[in-house]
């Protein structure tokens, strides 16, 4: 099958490694943020969310950071598997919206 | 099954040719998006169904582009006279409740134009 995300930037991290992947979004007014990761072939999938009145917040493995002050929001992946390799997105939600925004993709490579 | 179907998988269409394309979502699932994405992209919004009623269609790029929802289950996708710029992928996601949070999105039919 054709794979999503041939042109996106691409993060190469090793085996047991942390990965962090960056995001800015542009919109001060969206409340809820969401990290999407994406295999070849596959819809995105949830990994974490995080509400605009949070800094940060874990789940396994991972850690999503928000910063409000210079609209920055990073993904941390916490001892990298072959299995994370993926495109990941971030996506908004605009205060009282309905419509979830997605930035633009990193690739991530996990080399074995 | 237990997550969301969309077929075909995969669409190959002549220039003008009409399309459908299928989504059956998390059965009891309220809400229902449909995404497109083009290459190297993320998902853009099309449009947006609570139950039948289609509450947002500001993402469908043209009059070319219909989706339905008429028993608040099953969603169509329906392309007139296709484009070469029509070609990407369409996402189909659900939800429980009357937002997009916690989106389970299929795996997507894969639209090429010749």
């Known amino acids: 099958g054709e794979s999503v995300g041939l042109h996106l930037p691409t993060l190469s991290v090793q085996e047991g490694d942390n990965s962090i992947i960056n995001c800015a979004y542009s919109?001060?007014?969206?409340?809820?943020f969401i990290w999407y990761k994406q295999e070849s072939g596959k819809g995105p999938q949830f990994i974490i969310d995080?509400?605009?009145?949070?800094d940060k917040r874990q789940g396994q493995r991972v850690t999503v950071l928000l910063n409000k002050t210079v609209k920055h929001l990073s993904l941390q992946i916490a001892a990298t598997q072959p299995g994370d390799s993926a495109v990941y997105f971030c996506?908004?939600?605009?205060?009282?919206?309905?419509?979830?925004?997605f930035g633009g993709g990193t690739r991530v490579l996990v080399k074995p | 099954g237990a997550g969301v179907s969309q077929s075909p998988r995969y669409k190959v269409a002549k220039r003008g040719q009409d399309v459908a394309l299928r989504c059956d979502p998390i059965?009891?699932?309220?809400?229902l998006f449909w995404y497109q994405q083009a290459l190297g992209q993320g998902p853009e919004f099309l449009t947006y169904f609570q139950n039948e009623a289609q509450l947002d269609k500001s993402g469908l790029p043209s009059d070319r582009f219909f989706a339905e929802r008429p028993e608040g289950s099953v969603s169509t996708l329906k392309i007139q006279r296709t484009q070469q710029e029509d070609s990407a992928v369409y996402l189909c996601a659900s939800s429980w409740g009357r937002s997009n949070e916690k989106l389970f999105f299929g795996s997507g039919t894969q639209l090429s134009v010749l």
């Open positions: 059965s009891g699932h309220v809400s």
């Open positions: 919109n001060s007014a969206s409340d809820y």
């Open positions: 996506a908004e939600i605009k205060a009282a919206g309905n419509k979830l925004t």
């Open positions: 995080i509400r605009s009145n949070m």
